[in-house]
């Protein structure tokens, strides 16, 4: 085995056992104000391999962290099905996981350049990219928003419509957005994350409530990792490069 990739699993290794000891934590405290009756294996499941997943891949090149991503996506997708969501199994099973198969390629060979070719390294969007990017994500939004009132009829709240529409505009760019590791991926996990809290309080979800709290202490560590490791002629819209 290469030194490299002994390298890249010992963090798979040392990152799943950190995702171990945060959810002994979740678990704990979840048993101290009485929410035990409320918790849902296959919830703390994906939860507990997609922190693995994300802690994982802080390191740009560490592929393996997919592996785990694609298992907490396929439990995710399971889990919102139960929970009846109109919208959201569709998107794990027909765009998320098909996009972390996808990255893991691109990833593996992408760690494998050839000789004076560019490194693969994080870089945020050029200013034109980020600006459709942008635009794309309140397209998506208002879409995503329309589909579940007019097409769905579904009879929530206006205020968990939103909710939801943020949490799916913004984690199905975040899934496209990492596979070429760009670095303003992780303004879209985070924007998931904090709608995903907003969202549990207004279901008054609190074990679901928790979970997403430690997504998006995660994912902001995550954004602030990459921010550093991005090298600076790769600002790109930061710059004002075109």
Excluded at 76 to 98: T, W
Excluded at 143 to 158: E, K, M, P, S
Excluded at 229 to 242: M, R, V
């Amino acid at each position: 085995m290469k030194k490299e990739t002994s390298q890249l699993l010992k963090e798979v290794g040392l990152n799943t056992l950190l995702s171990i000891a945060i959810f002994a934590v979740v678990l704990l405290f979840l048993f101290l104000i009485g929410q035990e009756e409320n918790i849902k294996n296959i919830a703390i499941a994906s939860g507990l391999i997609g922190s693995a997943y994300v802690l994982i891949i802080r390191n740009p090149n560490n592929y393996f962290g997919f592996v785990l991503g694609i298992i907490s996506s396929i439990l995710l997708g399971i889990q919102f099905y139960q929970v009846q969501s109109p919208d959201l199994p569709f998107l794990y099973f027909f765009v998320f996981i098909p996009c972390q198969f996808i990255t893991l390629y691109t990833w593996i060979h992408g760690n494998r350049n050839k000789e004076n070719a560019a490194p693969f390294n994080p870089s945020f969007l050029s200013l034109v990219p980020f600006l459709l990017v942008t635009g794309l994500f309140f397209v998506l939004f208002f879409a995503d928003l329309l589909i579940v009132r007019l097409v769905f009829h579904d009879t929530q709240t206006l205020a968990i419509q939103v909710m939801s529409a943020l949490v799916v505009a913004s984690s199905i760019l975040a899934n496209f957005l990492i596979i070429k590791k760009k670095t303003d991926t992780w303004y879209y996990w985070v924007i998931f994350s904090i709608s995903g809290v907003i969202l549990n309080i207004l279901y008054q979800d609190y074990v679901t409530l928790t979970l997403f709290v430690v997504y998006t202490v995660i994912n902001f560590n995550a954004c602030l990792v990459w921010i550093k490791k991005t090298p600076k002629e790769n600002y790109g819209w930061l710059k004002g490069k075109n």
